[in-house]
């Protein structure tokens, strides 16, 4: 499993609630154009969103950077953040499937 990851360090916790929608609707509008197998948004309450996308293979990875891989660039142009990120092979993930009954 191949992994993208990206970390955003906003100013306070209310930047990062107010550009936390943008990012996620986002991301979630890439799970069915892009086959993502996972994506997981986070927020700390010092003001940091940590954004990890999951794929499959290499060519879901390219198809997402080629089809959203910009949205860091439309969110500087409205958001005030500093922005690093990596790409990986996943070598551990854990996912309990709990039953909610």
């Not at 891989?69 to 690093?84: A, H, I, R, Y």
Request: with cysteine.
């Amino acid at each position: 499993m191949l992994s993208k990851t990206y970390h955003l360090k906003f100013p306070s916790l209310d930047a990062a609630q107010i550009a936390a929608p943008f990012v996620v609707e986002t991301m979630g509008n890439a799970i069915p154009d892009c086959n993502l197998v996972g994506l997981n948004v986070l927020i700390s309450k010092e003001g940091d969103v940590s954004i990890n996308v999951f794929f499959n293979n290499v060519n879901d990875l390219k198809s997402f950077e080629k089809r959203h891989g910009g949205f860091l660039d439309t969110m500087k142009k409205t958001f005030l953040f500093k922005s690093n990120g990596f790409e990986g092979v996943c070598i551990f993930n854990y996912d309990s499937a709990e039953d909610a009954a």
